[in-house]
Structure formats: structure tokens, C-alpha cells
């Protein structure tokens, strides 16, 4: 069934005006819609599985600020407790208990980590576990996954080169050359390149990074035996191992992908989840790993607005619905419905459409292969597809972060008519797209 364009009158004048004052009109390059058609869309209100633009056209949110809204928009345990603690002041660069009872609430319910640092952001957390490995180990290298991200820090924003195992080329501006040659890039599931990249490299790698969950370029899941592997290849060198879990920490489970798989990291870090929507992020390990840190150690990092109140009890609000029993069982379930069902339409219809799951995260990719692991696998051309359905499905009231590399986000908010709903509108723009040349 064909649908006429939503009216984006009001979220169009809203852009022009941010594009005097932001570069692109955002603070956040793909909020700019540079993937899909049509003007972003700006957003008003959210209130569960739902938001509102400015134009008042109301969608199903799967992009959940991409990711932290796990309970949805607006939940009231979690505004509740902000507006209570914000009542006695947002900010006081000195310690307060809210920042120990969040700690508490997670180091006593994660097997995997003995002390935390909270700090802003992601990139933030990792930027500082990456130092962490450096100061711990006393070595400079990094090996990170092609296809995994990082934030946006310089030692980060490396790309693979030529060649199996490379030093990385700069995927920035501005970023020194001299940054990327101490990131050795190699591809994901992929054993000899790591071998080689241990071999080439004896005794100067500090730590290796990855998504445990690669989630920001499609959804690339790993074999629980390839992460096993990694881990022994680690411990073999000295080498740390980092597990990124910034979007599956608190999501594939309370533990995260460290729980899920059962695999122990040498360091965490968290971002999105664990702040309810507020900027938190954080970065732990063991107590004698930690003790490295300043002011203990000798490994600075510091943060004006770090453990700030208000986000922390956004944060001790989320996490505590998070740890009521069956939480993750019920995301699990409603999830797994959810795609099969789509799974079953596109079967039917001998679609070259798959969708990829872990938890309560779904990605969904137009292809015919049974697995995607690496970021090789996914083909560019592909996206003009997931351009299309975007349309549809945004012309439909089902919002999808935007851009076809990212994944969607189901949370406890999301009811049983949402989701069919949403099935629906699926099924139709998926109609339309394999209709269409593209
Ligand atoms: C989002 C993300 C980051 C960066 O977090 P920010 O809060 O955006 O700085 C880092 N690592 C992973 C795995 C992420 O998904």
C-alpha cells in the first residue's frame, strides 16, 4: 500500500536555522540525515516507545537515542529520581554518595570488574582505558578491529590500510600520522591476521580493542569461540584486553557481552545504558588494574562534571529496573518474536533480507548470506535498498536510526501492538523496495 510524504515543513525551517550555527546543522554528524532522504527530523517530546517531531507527526522510536533508552522515553522512576535529586543542586566537583551507590549497584551485580571510574561519554571511557592499558603494560600499540568504533578519539579513528595486517591510515582530519601508526588495524573473525599482527608486533602490543558486540557497523556478531581465542592470544602476549562495551554493556544482559559469553576482559567500558539517558559513561577492571589510575597511580584522568549527580541518579533509576528479575528474559523473547516474524514474511517472498539479533538489539540487512562478521562482508550498493525502506517506514511512523550501519533498539517500553504495528509497516516498505529498481 502506497502512503503520501509526511509533512516536515516545521523540522525543515528548524534546519536551516541550525545549519547557521552548527557545521551541518548538528552537533553529531549523522543526526543530518546524509544517508536517507528527506530533512532531519526534529525531535520534540518522547514518551515510551514513542516520540514526536515538530511537525507533530508521531513515530515507534527504534533508534532510542541510540541505544541508552533501554526502559524508553520519559520512564518515570528515572525522571522521578532526577527531578528529586536535582531539587538539591545539579554540580559540586566533590564527591557525593550517589556516585557510590550507582558503583554499588553495579559492581555488586557484575562478576567481571572490581573498581570503576565514571567519566562523560564513551569516547571518553575509552579513550582513558586505552591509556590505562598503556601505563599498565608500559607498551604503546593498540590493535583494533576494522569495522568496529571506538569513539572519536585520535588513537581510535583509524582505518585499516593495504594488506592483512597494517598499520592504520587516518579515517579523520586531523588526526597525526603518528597516532595511526601506533593502531595496527585487522579484520574481524579473522585468527591468522591476528596471529601475524602479534608476530609482526612481539612485545609491543598494550591492549586490544574490540566490540565484544560489534554494533556500530551493522551488526558483525562474533562466535564465542573466536572471542575465547582472542582472549588466550592476549593473555599469551601480556597483552590487555579491552572489551568496548559501550552499546552491549547492560543490554545483552546486566553483565554485558563479558556475562553473556562468559569471557573475561582485562577492561570494561561502559557509555550509553548506564547514564538513563544522561552523559555517563565509565571504565573498570580489577582493583589492581584500577589502582593504576590517579590519584591512586600514576595514570591521570580527571573530569570536571565526572559522577555528576544528577546523571548518576539517572543512572541508579534505569539500572534498578534493569536488575528486576525477568527483565532481560522478556526483551529477549519480545525481540526474538519480533524477528522471526520478518524473518518468516521475507522467506515466504524469497527476499535477499536478514535480520541479524543478539538480545534486544536487531539489525537489519539486505543480503542472502547466513552470517556477517566482518565489515568486508557488508556490500556498499546494498544501502540504497535500506535507503528506501527508511522512507517507507518513517512515511509509516516507524522511526530507524538513519543510516543502514546502524542497528535498531527494542526497549521495555515497546508493547505488543507497537511491535505489530511496526511488522506491518516492515512488511509493506519491504514490499515496496523489492518492487522498486533500486
Ligand atoms: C557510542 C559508542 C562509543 C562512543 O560513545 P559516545 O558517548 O558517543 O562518546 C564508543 N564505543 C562504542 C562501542 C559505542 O557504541
Same mark, same amino acid.
Given at each position: 500500500?502506497?502512503?503520501?510524504? %509526511?509533512?516536515?515543513?516545521?523540522?525543515?525551517?528548524?534546519?536551516?536555522?541550525? $545549519?547557521?550555527?552548527?557545521? +551541518?546543522?548538528?552537533?553529531?554528524?549523522?543526526?543530518?540525515?546524509?544517508? @536517507?532522504? /528527506?530533512?532531519?527530523?526534529?525531535?520534540?517530546?518522547?514518551?515510551?516507545?514513542?516520540?514526536?517531531?515538530?511537525?507533530?507527526?508521531?513515530?515507534?522510536?527504534?533508534?532510542?537515542?541510540?541505544?541508552?533508552?533501554?526502559?524508553?522515553?520519559? #520512564?518515570?522512576?528515572?525522571?522521578? $529520581?532526577?527531578?528529586?535529586?536535582?531539587?538539591?543542586?545539579?554540580?559540586?566537583?566533590?564527591?557525593?554518595?550517589?556516585?557510590?551507590?550507582?558503583?554499588?549497584?553495579?559492581?555488586?551485580?557484575?562478576?567481571?570488574?572490581?573498581?570503576?571510574?565514571? =567519566?562523560?561519554?564513551?569516547?571518553?571511557?575509552?579513550?582513558?582505558?586505552?591509556?590505562?592499558?598503556?601505563?599498565?603494560?608500559?607498551?604503546?600499540?593498540?590493535?583494533?578491529?576494522?569495522?568496529?568504533?571506538?569513539? #572519536?578519539?585520535?588513537?581510535?579513528?583509524?582505518?585499516? /590500510?593495504?594488506?592483512?595486517?597494517?598499520?592504520?591510515?587516518?579515517?579523520?582530519?586531523? @588526526?597525526?600520522?603518528?597516532?595511526?601508526?601506533?593502531?595496527?588495524?585487522?579484520?574481524?573473525?579473522?585468527?591468522?591476521?591476528?596471529?601475524?599482527?602479534?608476530?609482526?608486533?612481539? +612485545?609491543?602490543?598494550?591492549?586490544?580493542?574490540?566490540?565484544?558486540?560489534?554494533?556500530?557497523?551493522?551488526?558483525?556478531?562474533?562466535? $564465542?569461540?573466536?572471542?575465547?581465542?582472542?582472549?588466550?592470544?592476549?593473555?599469551?602476549?601480556?597483552?590487555?584486553?579491552?572489551?568496548?562495551?559501550?552499546?552491549?554493556?547492560?543490554? =545483552?544482559?546486566?553483565?554485558?557481552?563479558?556475562?553473556? &559469553?562468559?569471557?573475561?576482559?582485562?577492561?570494561?567500558? &561502559?557509555?550509553?545504558?548506564?547514564?538513563?539517558?544522561?552523559?555517563?559513561?565509565? &571504565?573498570?577492571?580489577?582493583?589492581?588494574?584500577?589502582?593504576?589510575?590517579?590519584?591512586?597511580?600514576?595514570?591521570?584522568?580527571?573530569?570536571?562534571?565526572?559522577?555528576?549527580?544528577?546523571?548518576?541518579?539517572?543512572? %541508579?533509576?534505569?539500572?534498578?529496573?534493569?536488575?528486576?528479575?525477568?527483565?532481560?528474559?522478556?526483551?529477549?523473547? $519480545?525481540?526474538?518474536?519480533?524477528?522471526?516474524?520478518?524473518?518468516?514474511?521475507?522467506?515466504?517472498?524469497?527476499?535477499?533480507?536478514?535480520?541479524?539479533?543478539?538480545?534486544?538489539?536487531?539489525?537489519?540487512?539486505?543480503?542472502?548470506?547466513?552470517?556477517?562478521?566482518?565489515?568486508?562482508?557488508?556490500?556498499?550498493?546494498?544501502?540504497?535498498?535500506?535507503?528506501?525502506? #527508511? #522512507?517507507?517506514?518513517?512515511?509509516?511512523?516507524?522511526?530507524?536510526?538513519?543510516?543502514? &550501519?546502524?542497528?535498531?533498539? %527494542?526497549?521495555?517500553?515497546?508493547?505488543?501492538?507497537?511491535?505489530?504495528?511496526?511488522?506491518?509497516? %516492515?512488511?509493506?516498505?519491504?514490499?515496496?523496495?523489492?518492487?522498486?529498481? @533500486?
Amino acid at each position: 500500500m502506497q502512503v503520501k510524504d %509526511i509533512d516536515r515543513t516545521r523540522s525543515a525551517e528548524l534546519y536551516e536555522k541550525a $545549519k547557521t550555527y552548527f557545521p +551541518g546543522g548538528v552537533n553529531s554528524p549523522v543526526r543530518a540525515f546524509k544517508s @536517507v532522504y /528527506g530533512t532531519p527530523l526534529f525531535i520534540e517530546k518522547g514518551d515510551g516507545s514513542h516520540i514526536w517531531d515538530a511537525d507533530g507527526n508521531e513515530f515507534i522510536d527504534f533508534c532510542c537515542s541510540w541505544g541508552p533508552l533501554i526502559l524508553g522515553h520519559n #520512564h518515570p522512576a528515572v525522571r522521578e $529520581k532526577v527531578i528529586e535529586v536535582m531539587q538539591k543542586g545539579m554540580s559540586f566537583g566533590a564527591p557525593t554518595a550517589l556516585e557510590s551507590e550507582l558503583a554499588e549497584l553495579i559492581l555488586s551485580n557484575n562478576r567481571f570488574i572490581e573498581k570503576i571510574r565514571f =567519566v562523560s561519554s564513551g569516547t571518553e571511557a575509552v579513550m582513558s582505558a586505552i591509556r590505562l592499558a598503556r601505563g599498565y603494560t608500559k607498551r604503546d600499540k593498540v590493535l583494533k578491529f576494522e569495522g568496529c568504533y571506538h569513539g #572519536h578519539s585520535d588513537s581510535l579513528l583509524v582505518k585499516a /590500510g593495504s594488506g592483512l595486517v597494517t598499520f592504520g591510515e587516518t579515517s579523520s582530519a586531523g @588526526v597525526p600520522k603518528a597516532f595511526a601508526d601506533e593502531t595496527v588495524v585487522v579484520s574481524l573473525n579473522d585468527k591468522k591476521a591476528l596471529q601475524e599482527a602479534f608476530e609482526e608486533f612481539k +612485545g609491543q602490543i598494550a591492549a586490544v580493542i574490540i566490540e565484544p558486540v560489534p554494533a556500530n557497523n551493522g551488526l558483525l556478531l562474533q562466535s $564465542k569461540e573466536y572471542l575465547q581465542y582472542l582472549r588466550d592470544i592476549c593473555t599469551q602476549n601480556s597483552t590487555m584486553l579491552i572489551f568496548d562495551e559501550v552499546i552491549s554493556g547492560f543490554r =545483552v544482559g546486566f553483565e554485558g557481552a563479558a556475562g553473556y &559469553y562468559g569471557i573475561e576482559p582485562d577492561i570494561i567500558t &561502559y557509555g550509553k545504558i548506564i547514564g538513563g539517558g544522561l552523559p555517563v559513561g565509565a &571504565y573498570g577492571a580489577s582493583a589492581d588494574v584500577m589502582s593504576h589510575i590517579s590519584p591512586e597511580g600514576s595514570v591521570y584522568q580527571a573530569g570536571t562534571l565526572s559522577g555528576n549527580p544528577v546523571a548518576m541518579a539517572a543512572g %541508579i533509576a534505569q539500572l534498578s529496573e534493569l536488575l528486576k528479575p525477568g527483565f532481560y528474559e522478556d526483551m529477549q523473547a $519480545k525481540t526474538q518474536s519480533f524477528v522471526n516474524d520478518i524473518q518468516n514474511f521475507v522467506a515466504e517472498r524469497n527476499y535477499q533480507f536478514k535480520v541479524f539479533t543478539i538480545g534486544s538489539v536487531f539489525w537489519f540487512a539486505f543480503t542472502d548470506q547466513e552470517s556477517v562478521s566482518r565489515a568486508e562482508d557488508i556490500d556498499p550498493a546494498s544501502m540504497a535498498k535500506f535507503k528506501l525502506m #527508511h #522512507h517507507e517506514l518513517i512515511n509509516r511512523g516507524i522511526y530507524l536510526g538513519p543510516s543502514g &550501519y546502524e542497528v535498531g533498539f %527494542i526497549s521495555a517500553a515497546h508493547t505488543k501492538a507497537d511491535l505489530e504495528k511496526t511488522k506491518t509497516a %516492515i512488511f509493506d516498505s519491504i514490499d515496496i523496495v523489492f518492487k522498486s529498481s @533500486v
